[in-house]
């Protein structure tokens, strides 16, 4: 009996050996495309912080960025036009579950090509309520309203009266009567220089006039041109505005780069203020909103992606972040120009710089490239 029982443990370990073993079939991941004009730091640390956070809960082993249906043309004028081509491209395909577009060309050129299928989200729209894209000679804004997209597979992040609140918190502060803007032209004044913000400030009760100043060419010796014909017209603040000649990155002609812009600034006495925060603080602009938390950006946008993954319709998602502003302040560059600022301004700051230094250069990378 015992030999039995040991010939027919024997026999079942070796069958055993012989049946096939079926694992559990893995879920498959969630497909993802991802579309911007260029590299730019403000969408790879979006993204990059995104990811961080989808990790955080579990999600970032369950999502993947296609790497064939992640596209960066470029920032010049020729390769910009593959972005529309590009969108269409991915609006047409059949095997995504997400679409990611970064900035608000991109994001323009997936809704002008929407499919009204696959859930689209935006990030890094300065402001998507007065944004506009075309469909069939009808423009319309990116969204409705602060509460609605308007497109049910479309969400995006918001932040109410942003750019509002950043010419109110240099008025008060510094009191201007002219304010000096530079943008390229009519379709993207907004999107680098925040004009009719300006503009809804001043009639609101600060009353300072605008001084606009059109530019052919931000890569060029335009943008010190432009800086210059604002001066003689008596400005005595000035609006740094996202141009590439104010890229600490990218622009490195003899007067096309912001160290020499800001530095022709401080010489006529001009207060600037820098929507794009940090660097150009650090490097001569006197004060800017507070650029360091990306980390609240990439919790909205995991927290989207999150949702729509889990079946929620993008339109049915809050779009509003109401993180307050946070300011940046240069006391060099106060010191330099001969004004005075606040306790409650210097209190209320986000960060100091007491030293007007070059920021090291930081390329920025691809989205794409993190693939």
Same mark, same amino acid.
């Not at 070796?14 to 969630?30: D, N, R």
């Not at 730019?40 to 960025?65: C, P, V, Y």
């Not at 907004?190 to 004009?195: G, H, M």
């Not at 160290?259 to 603080?281: M, P, Y």
């Given at each position: 009996?015992?030999?039995?029982?040991?010939?027919?443990? /024997?026999? /079942?370990?070796?069958?055993?050996?012989?049946?096939?073993?079926? =694992?559990?079939?893995?879920?498959?991941?969630?497909?993802?495309?991802?579309?911007?004009? *260029? %590299?730019?730091?403000?969408?790879?640390?979006?993204?990059?912080?995104?990811?961080?956070?989808?990790?955080?809960?579990?999600?970032?082993?369950?999502?993947?960025?296609?790497?064939?249906?992640?596209?960066?043309? *470029?920032?010049?004028?020729?390769?910009?036009?593959?972005?529309?081509?590009?969108?269409?491209?991915? !609006?047409?395909?059949? #095997?995504? #579950?997400?679409?990611? *577009?970064?900035?608000?060309? %991109?994001?323009?050129?997936?809704?002008?090509?929407?499919?009204?299928?696959?859930?689209?989200?935006?990030?890094?729209?300065?402001?998507?309520?007065?944004?506009?894209?075309?469909?069939?000679?009808?423009?319309?804004? &990116?969204?409705?309203?602060?509460?609605?997209?308007?497109?049910?597979? &479309?969400?995006?992040?918001?932040?109410?009266?942003?750019?509002?609140? !950043?010419?109110?918190?240099?008025? #008060?502060?510094?009191?201007?009567?002219?304010? *000096? !803007?530079?943008?390229?032209?009519?379709?993207?004044?907004?999107?680098?220089?925040?004009?009719?913000? =300006?503009?809804?400030?001043?009639?609101?009760?600060?009353?300072?006039?605008? @001084?606009?100043?059109?530019? %052919?060419?931000?890569?060029? $010796?335009?943008?010190?041109?432009?800086?210059?014909?604002?001066?003689?017209?008596?400005?005595? =603040?000035?609006?740094?505005?996202?141009?590439?000649?104010?890229?600490?990155?990218?622009?490195?002609?003899?007067?096309?780069?912001?160290?020499?812009?800001?530095?022709?600034?401080?010489?006529?006495?001009?207060?600037?203020?820098?929507?794009?925060?940090?660097?150009?603080?650090?490097?001569?602009?006197?004060?800017?909103?507070?650029?360091?938390?990306?980390?609240?950006?990439?919790? &909205? +946008?995991?927290?989207?992606?999150?949702?729509?993954?889990?079946?929620?319709?993008?339109?049915?998602?809050?779009?509003?972040?109401?993180?307050?502003?946070?300011? +940046? @302040?240069?006391?060099?560059?106060?010191?330099?120009?001969?004004?005075?600022?606040? &306790?409650?301004?210097?209190?209320?700051?986000? $960060?100091?710089?007491?030293?007007?230094?070059?920021?090291?250069?930081?390329? %920025?990378?691809?989205?794409?490239?993190?693939?």
């Amino acid at each position: 009996m015992t030999r039995y029982f040991h010939w027919l443990l /024997c026999f /079942c370990w070796l069958s055993s050996w012989a049946l096939p073993v079926f =694992a559990e079939p893995a879920e498959p991941k969630v497909r993802v495309g991802y579309l911007e004009a *260029g %590299a730019l730091s403000n969408f790879t640390e979006t993204m990059r912080h995104t990811r961080a956070i989808l990790r955080q809960h579990g999600w970032a082993d369950k999502i993947e960025l296609i790497k064939d249906a992640c596209f960066s043309p *470029g920032w010049s004028q020729e390769q910009k036009k593959q972005l529309p081509e590009r969108a269409k491209e991915l !609006m047409s395909r059949n #095997d995504l #579950d997400l679409i990611i *577009g970064g900035g608000t060309s %991109a994001v323009r050129s997936l809704l002008e090509y929407n499919n009204h299928r696959v859930p689209i989200i935006g990030i890094a729209v300065s402001d998507p309520i007065k944004t506009t894209f075309k469909v069939d000679g009808k423009e319309s804004t &990116f969204v409705v309203s602060e509460q609605d997209s308007g497109i049910d597979n &479309f969400t995006i992040r918001i932040v109410p009266n942003q750019y509002k609140r !950043m010419f109110e918190i240099f008025y #008060d502060e510094v009191g201007f009567k002219k304010l *000096g !803007m530079i943008y390229i032209d009519e379709k993207n004044k907004n999107n680098v220089s925040s004009v009719d913000d =300006a503009y809804e400030v001043s009639k609101a009760g600060r009353h300072f006039e605008i @001084i606009e100043q059109r530019i %052919a060419n931000p890569e060029s $010796e335009d943008c010190y041109k432009g800086i210059e014909s604002l001066i003689k017209q008596g400005i005595d =603040a000035f609006f740094v505005p996202s141009l590439s000649c104010f890229d600490w990155d990218e622009a490195d002609t003899k007067k096309a780069n912001p160290a020499v812009l800001l530095k022709l600034l401080r010489d006529h006495k001009i207060r600037t203020f820098s929507r794009q925060g940090n660097r150009d603080v650090q490097g001569g602009a006197m004060m800017g909103l507070s650029t360091l938390n990306y980390h609240n950006r990439g919790e &909205f +946008t995991a927290q989207s992606i999150i949702e729509v993954l889990s079946g929620k319709k993008p339109r049915e998602l809050p779009m509003t972040d109401v993180a307050p502003p946070k300011i +940046t @302040i240069n006391l060099e560059v106060a010191q330099e120009i001969g004004f005075t600022l606040s &306790f409650d301004v210097l209190g209320a700051s986000d $960060e100091l710089y007491e030293k007007i230094t070059i920021p090291e250069k930081n390329p %920025a990378v691809s989205v794409c490239e993190l693939l």
